[in-house]
């Protein structure tokens, strides 16, 4: 009997041991292959796309892009099905308008501009190289105040106001060449349309950008490394500030950045505590009145808005897709499965080091939040919903966190009969977790059902 436990330790050693090897093995190629992916995305744009671009030698102050498992490749492919899922969230930015030929920039010194067109989203992608901005051409307040201090103020003076010339790049043609705008009228509808937003600033930005010769084009200050420009409009609000993450993450991807970019903000909206986010997500944070003159960009790239984002848009339009494991979707592509909402939602969490990549439920226990999620750190409260194998919450802001949850978490909606909106039930879906919501007749929940509700779902779960 000795002997055979002691050969049958000896298999489930060895057994152990090669699983464990396996695993290092699968991970490592992982991990090899997103690196080389986003290496090989990294030479073309800077020396085949935009070889005006001089690579910057020495250390990076950029944040690398951390290894999550729902990734896939952003590199574009041309049969990119119109209205599928991934034209929604990934890379449907198919159509590639040269506006300044990076050919001309390796020739004369000039800037290149291109802009990425979404027949899907109707939005586009823009970026440059060799791109200045003149904040005193912008109107807008400073931005970054405290709340306290600028209470009164209206959300109109928060919103740029861009003359032209507020944004500048460099044509070819020497010092004698005139000025002259990038683009006309005609362009922006095509490529930049208003659609349903009231004010389009980011459309206005790139109608604000001028062409300027060699003598004219002059910088205070380079920024070295990849720059997102983003304008925002309800930046307080969990929600749309999502859509504005989303929309910088996917900027970051289409253009194939090798690592995090920094952010700057067009906008004078004040601090507030969503801005624990945007710093963990990017290299760092400023905003565009905080520069103390010109300044110019060896890599821009100008964010969609958040409402042209799939997560705004899906409120008004019918977005066919449905969460599915990016190993899955690896196996098997399927136009009407995504799993860019749950790589996103790792991206998140692995920005404040919370991995969050398997659940950690070992027994059945209950965490109430009793009121106090709002006034716990941004790192604290994605931890608390990668925690939770059930999130319950009345429909708000705050339960667009699901966007962080961990596969086989369950939601429960409470809903009033005055806010009946399918925010979180799209979320649910496109992410694939289980969705149940408690719908009431008016503004008031029972406890007793709501109590009843959960145990049924705590008991599905074995608990």
């Known amino acids: 009997m000795n002997k055979k436990h002691s050969t049958l330790l000896k298999i489930l050693l060895a057994l152990f041991a090669l699983n464990s090897i396996s695993l290092y093995l699968y991970f490592s190629a992982s991990n090899h292959s997103n690196h ?19 690579p910057r030698r020495g250390p ?29 969230f990934g890379n449907g930015f198919t159509r590639v308008a040269d506006i300044l030929s990076a050919k001309a ?3 004369s010194g ?20 060799k791109v200045r901005m003149d904040p005193e051409k912008i109107k807008m307040s400073r931005g970054g105040e405290k709340l306290e201090d600028v209470i009164g103020r209206k959300e109109e003076e928060e919103l740029p106001e861009f003359e032209d010339g507020a944004f500048e790049v460099q044509g070819e043609g020497g010092a004698m060449l005139k000025k002259k705008k990038l683009v ?17 600033t980011m459309r206005e930005l790139i109608r604000s950008v001028v062409v300027v010769g060699e003598n004219d084009f002059t910088c205070q200050e380079w920024v070295e490394e990849p720059t997102l420009l983003v304008t925002r409009y309800e930046y307080a609000n969990l929600f749309h500030t999502e859509t504005d993450w989303y929309s910088a993450y996917v900027s970051s991807r289409v253009t194939g950045l090798p690592n995090r970019p920094h ?25 565009a009145k905080n520069f103390s003159g010109p300044v110019c960009f060896r890599h821009a790239i100008f964010s969609p808005l958040g409402y042209e984002t799939p997560l705004f848009k899906g409120l008004t339009e019918k977005i066919n897709c449905h969460g599915a494991s990016a190993h899955d979707l690896w196996q098997s592509p399927d136009d009407q499965k995504t799993a860019r909402l749950s790589e996103f939602g790792e991206m998140i969490g692995a920005a404040f ?31 608390a919903i990668q925690d939770a194998s059930v999130i319950i919450g009345a429909h708000g802001a705050g339960l667009t966190h699901i966007v962080s949850a961990i596969p086989n978490t369950v939601i429960l909606e409470i809903i009033s009969s005055f806010f009946r909106r399918p925010h979180f039930q799209l979320i649910a879906q496109w992410k694939g977790l289980e969705y149940h919501a408690i719908n009431l007749d008016g503004s008031h929940a029972n406890p007793g059902v709501v109590i009843d509700r959960l145990n049924k779902i705590m008991r599905s779960l074995g608990c």
């Open 36 to 54: 080389q992916h986003l290496v090989e995305n990294h030479r073309d744009t800077t020396e085949e796309s935009f070889p005006g671009i001089i």
């Open 60 to 88: 990076h102050l950029s944040k690398p892009w951390p290894i999550i498992p729902s990734y896939l490749p952003w590199s574009l492919t041309p049969n990119v099905v119109l209205k599928s899922c991934e034209a929604y």
């Open 105 to 107: 920039a390796v020739r």
């Open 263 to 287: 952010l700057v903000f067009v906008d004078g909206h004040c601090e507030t505590q969503l801005e624990e986010t945007w710093k963990a997500l990017f290299s760092s944070l400023r905003y």
């Open 110 to 129: 000039s800037s290149w501009f291109r802009c990425h067109y979404s027949g899907t989203l109707r939005s586009s992608i823009c970026e440059g190289g």
């Open 184 to 200: 006309g009228e005609e362009f922006l509808d095509e490529f930049l349309p208003v659609g349903n937003v009231f004010r389009h």
């Open 353 to 383: 080091g919370l991995p969050g990549w398997a659940s950690n439920h070992l027994e059945c226990k209950v965490n109430l939040i009793n009121g106090l999620f709002a006034h716990m750190s941004m790192k604290e409260q994605v931890r």
